[in-house]
């Protein structure tokens, strides 16, 4: 079974940043795309931003020039870059496949942003 596990989490005063990991199982990565998604308490999941293996991105507007997404294909790895934070981005943020592997979901990592 395919394996995400996402790390880099925590708690950050509002502007601080912040960088996301997940390392993904071959499985799951290679060749797809791939998004990282948060879900805030009493809220749908959400996409936040996603890659394709040719490095092309997209993002949701409420993130467009403060998050930036990348990807290290040669070690399955896919990193979300988090500046500027803001309280609403708080949330559990978790990486998959885009459309996502439904079978597959991480335990994700909190972010925190509050002063």
């Known amino acids: 079974q395919a394996q995400l596990v996402e790390s880099g989490g925590g708690l950050v005063q509002p502007g601080g940043s912040l960088r996301l990991s997940c390392a993904a199982s071959g499985s799951i990565f290679s060749g797809y795309v791939m998004g990282w998604y948060r879900q805030a308490p009493g809220k749908q999941r959400e996409l936040v931003a996603r890659?394709?293996?040719?490095?092309?991105?997209y993002y949701r507007d409420s993130v467009k020039g403060r998050f930036t997404i990348s990807r290290h294909n040669a070690k399955s790895a896919v990193y979300l870059q988090m500046n500027s934070l803001k309280p609403e981005d708080t949330a559990v943020y978790y990486c998959n496949r885009f459309p996502p592997d439904f079978t597959s979901w991480g335990q994700g990592t909190q972010v925190t942003v509050s002063s």
């Open positions: 890659i394709r293996s040719d490095a092309s991105t």
